[in-house]
T-cell receptor, first 110, second 113 residues
C-alpha cells in the first residue's frame, strides 16, 4: 500500500463548515496528489504537490485548498463545505512514473 | 481539448475467456500510458505501464498494446477469472509537462463462473 494513510476514512459534515482531510506517507516521496471520484466523472485531480510548500491546482480545484508543510503530510481543506463536495477523496504519491493510492476518505456533506 | 475515452458499459464475459478493454485518447502525445485496477471501496492499483516506443507489454495474464497512430491502447486479460472482476482505468500524462495523470472513467469488467 506504499505506506499511504488517509484520515479520517469517513466523515459526515454540514454545509458551510470547514473540513480538513489528511494524507500521510512514510517513504519521503516528492509528489503527492489529491483526487476526488464521483459516479459519471471518474477520478479527477484537485491539487498536487511537488515538494514542501510547492503545490499547484488540478482540474477541479475550486473550493479546495492544500498545504504541505512537511514531506510526509499533504492536507486538503474544504474552506466551506458544500453538498457538491460529497465524494470519495483519494490521496496518491508518485513513485518513478506511477502513482500509488491511499484507501480513500468518504465525505458526506449534508 | 484532451480526452480519454473508455467504454462506459460494463463488459461481461465468462470465466476462461479473454477480456479486452479499450482506451482511446485525443490531443495527447503521451510518452507512456498506464492501466490501473480499482475494486469497490478501494483506491486504484497500478498494473502496467507501456511506453510510446513499445507496441506490447505483458505481465502474467495481462497484455497491453499501444498504437500511437490510432491513439489507442488495448488491455487484455487472458484466461479470465471471477477475481478479475473490477473496474479498469487507463491514465495518461497531459502534455502540460507537469507530473500529473489524467484518468479515463474506467470500464467495469464482470467475469462470471
Amino acid at each position: 500500500d506504499a505506506g499511504i494513510t488517509q484520515s479520517p476514512r469517513h466523515k459526515v459534515t454540514e454545509t458551510g463548515t470547514p473540513v480538513t482531510l489528511r494524507c500521510h506517507q512514510t517513504e519521503n516521496h516528492r509528489y503527492m496528489y489529491w483526487y476526488r471520484q464521483d459516479p459519471g466523472h471518474g477520478l479527477r485531480l484537485i491539487h498536487y504537490s511537488y515538494g514542501v510548500k510547492d503545490t499547484d491546482k488540478g482540474e477541479v480545484s475550486d473550493g479546495y485548498s492544500v498545504s504541505r508543510s512537511k514531506t510526509e503530510d499533504f492536507l486538503l481543506t474544504l474552506e466551506s463545505a458544500t453538498s457538491s463536495q460529497t465524494s470519495v477523496y483519494f490521496c496518491a504519491i508518485k513513485y518513478e512514473e506511477t502513482q500509488y493510492f491511499g484507501p480513500g476518505t468518504r465525505l458526506l456533506v449534508l | 481539448s484532451q480526452k480519454i475515452e473508455q467504454n462506459s458499459e460494463a463488459l461481461n464475459i465468462q470465466e476462461g475467456k479473454t477480456a479486452t478493454l479499450t482506451c482511446n485518447y485525443t490531443n495527447y502525445s503521451p510518452a507512456y500510458l498506464q492501466w490501473y485496477r480499482q475494486d469497490p471501496g478501494r483506491g486504484p492499483v497500478f498494473l502496467l505501464l507501456i511506453r510510446e516506443n513499445e507496441k506490447e507489454k505483458r505481465k502474467e495474464r495481462l497484455k497491453v498494446t499501444f498504437d500511437t497512430t490510432l491513439k489507442q491502447s488495448l488491455f487484455h486479460i487472458t484466461a479470465s477469472q471471477p477475481a478479475d472482476s473490477a473496474t479498469y482505468l487507463c491514465a495518461l500524462e497531459p502534455n502540460s509537462g507537469y507530473s500529473t495523470l489524467t484518468f479515463g472513467k474506467g470500464t467495469m469488467l464482470l467475469v462470471s463462473p
